[in-house]
């Protein structure tokens, strides 16, 4: 079973950094082949943030954060991160972890359909 807990959210003034973290807590031993970031905000449809294939050799950004928010993973154990700059108003939102098992469609790297497994979601509030 995979079991994705995220942590790292809180509260951050405009112009302010929070890094994420999501680690797979569960006990299967389940292969991943991508593990992403998405956020909702409040109103909004869920949409995703970036995106990070377990190989490292491909990551996307949704147009709004490029520049400012990198995802990254732990090697040694296997944590996803996603290190959030320059944070502003806009960015407020619950943020989620999500994976694939098997094949995906780099492509549709946004599609949350493709998406397999699940965290619960930690806030990120942006304000003064």
């Known amino acids: 079973q995979v079991l994705l807990v995220e942590s790292g959210g809180g509260s951050v003034q405009p112009g302010g950094s929070l890094r994420l973290s999501c680690a797979d807590s569960?006990?299967?031993?389940?292969?991943?082949?991508?593990m992403a970031w998405f956020r909702q905000a409040p109103g909004k449809e869920r949409e995703g943030v970036a995106t990070?294939?377990?190989?490292?050799?491909?990551?996307y950004y949704a147009d709004s954060v490029k520049g400012r928010f990198t995802i990254s993973q732990d090697k040694a154990d296997a944590t996803l991160h996603l290190q959030m700059n320059s944070l502003k108003y806009e960015d407020t939102a619950m943020y989620y972890c999500?994976?694939?098992?098997?094949?995906?469609?780099?492509?549709?790297?946004?599609?949350?359909?493709?998406?397999?497994?699940w965290g619960q979601g930690t806030q990120v509030t942006v304000s003064s």
């Open positions: 999500a994976a694939i098992r098997g094949v995906w469609r780099a492509s549709r790297w946004w599609d949350e359909s493709q998406y397999n497994f």
């Open positions: 990070l294939s377990i190989t490292g050799d491909r990551a």
């Open positions: 569960g006990d299967s031993g389940t292969y991943l082949s991508v």
